[in-house]
Structure formats: C-alpha cells, structure tokens
Nanobody
C-alpha cells in the first residue's frame, strides 16, 4: 500500500486548502482512509476519516464545520477540503489507511496507534 499526500502550503488565517491522498496497491473500497496531523511538540491528532463506500465519515471536534472529507473511488483518492483555517491548524498532515471489515471509528482508533499504512506527510502552515 502506498499513500501520497499533496496540496499543503502556506495560507493566511481564514483561507482554504485542499489536501489530496492518492492511494495505490490496495482495493480502495475495502479501506478506511484517515487524515492525521502533528504540530511541533504536540501529539498526533486524528482529523478526519472516511470509509471505502464514503458512507461514514469522522471529524475531530476541532475541525467540524470547517473541514470536509470526500473520496473519488475511480481515482483512489481522498480529499480534505479545509476552510476557515486557523493558525492552530498548522501541522504536518498525514493520510493513513487501514483495511478490513471495521468501522470508520475503529479504523481511526487503530491508526491513532500508528497501525496501517502511512504517507510521508504534507506541511500546512496558517499564518496569523
């Protein structure tokens, strides 16, 4: 399984970015894809997740109403649309994948412990 993130960058407070996670080497529909972030000196945080059929999504309270996760199964790609960005959203954003007959919440829990396959990360910096 290979995951490649893209779309990070520098944006001002209130701005928007769309991250992409392109997956290969897996049957996309059988996996839960999650977005995590880690800021310097802070623990890794689960941001959002989506299952293979896009029927179930997860959002951390800190991003609800601002971030939207979606997927394009034909492209094996998951997107994270981030609006109304805040300086506290600054972090390296990673996507991860876990397969199996588990719920999105269960998958996010497993990935929070570092399980599954991970991408290399993309930097998001929000200036004040």
């Amino acid at each position: 399984v290979q995951l490649v993130e893209s779309g990070g960058g520098l944006v001002q407070t209130g701005g928007s970015l769309r991250l992409s996670c392109s997956a290969s080497g897996l049957t996309f529909e059988d996996y839960v894809i999650g977005w995590f972030r880690q800021a310097p000196g802070k623990e890794r945080e689960g941001v959002s997740g989506i299952n293979g059929s896009a029927s179930t999504t997860y959002y951390a309270d800190s991003v609800k109403g601002r971030f939207t996760i979606s997927s394009d199964n034909a492209k094996s790609t998951v997107y994270l649309q981030m609006n109304s960005l805040k300086p506290e959203d600054t972090a390296v954003y990673y996507c991860a994948a876990v397969g199996g007959r588990i719920t999105t919440a269960q998958a996010m829990h497993l990935m929070a412990y570092g399980l599954g396959s991970w991408g290399q990360g993309t930097q998001v910096t929000v200036s004040s």
